[in-house]
C-alpha cells in the first residue's frame, strides 16, 4: 500500500515562498509520474505541476516561471518550489500518484497566502 504524505505548507506573504514536500511510503515511486493538485475553497480540484519518471515536467499557465516541481528519487519524495506566491494561490495542495492501476493522493497540506 503506498502512502502520500505533503508536507511545508503554511502562511506567506504575497511575493513570498513556499517549498512543499509529497514524500512516499510504503513503495517505491520512482517509476511514477507524480503531480501536484490545488483546492482552493469553492473551486474544483486543478492540476499545478506534474513530473514524468525521468524528469519532464508540465505546469498550469497560472503557475508557470513561479514553481518549480522536482524529485529525489533516493528520498522517495517530490518537491514543489513556490515563489512569487500570490493571494489567488491559496489553496489546499495535494499530491497525486498512479501506481499499479490505482490513484493514490495524500491528505493534503494548506498554503496561505495573505495580501
Known amino acids: 500500500q503506498l502512502q502520500l504524505e505533503e508536507s511545508g505548507g503554511g502562511l506567506v506573504q504575497a511575493g513570498g515562498s513556499l517549498r512543499l514536500s509529497c514524500a512516499a511510503f510504503?513503495?517505491?515511486?520512482?517509476?511514477?509520474?507524480v503531480d501536484w493538485y490545488r483546492q482552493a475553497p469553492g473551486n474544483q480540484r486543478e492540476l499545478v505541476a506534474d513530473?514524468?519518471?525521468?524528469?519532464?515536467?508540465n505546469y498550469a499557465d497560472s503557475v508557470k516561471g513561479r514553481f518549480t516541481i522536482s524529485r529525489d528519487n533516493a528520498k522517495n519524495t517530490v518537491y514543489l518550489q513556490m515563489t512569487s506566491l500570490k493571494p489567488e494561490d491559496t489553496a489546499v495542495y495535494y499530491c497525486?500518484?498512479?501506481?499499479?492501476?490505482?490513484?493514490?493522493w495524500g491528505k493534503g497540506t494548506l498554503v496561505t497566502v495573505s495580501s
Open positions: 497525486h500518484t498512479l501506481n499499479g492501476g490505482m490513484h493514490y
Open positions: 510504503g513503495r517505491i515511486f520512482r517509476f511514477n509520474a
Open positions: 513530473i514524468t519518471t525521468g524528469g519532464i515536467t
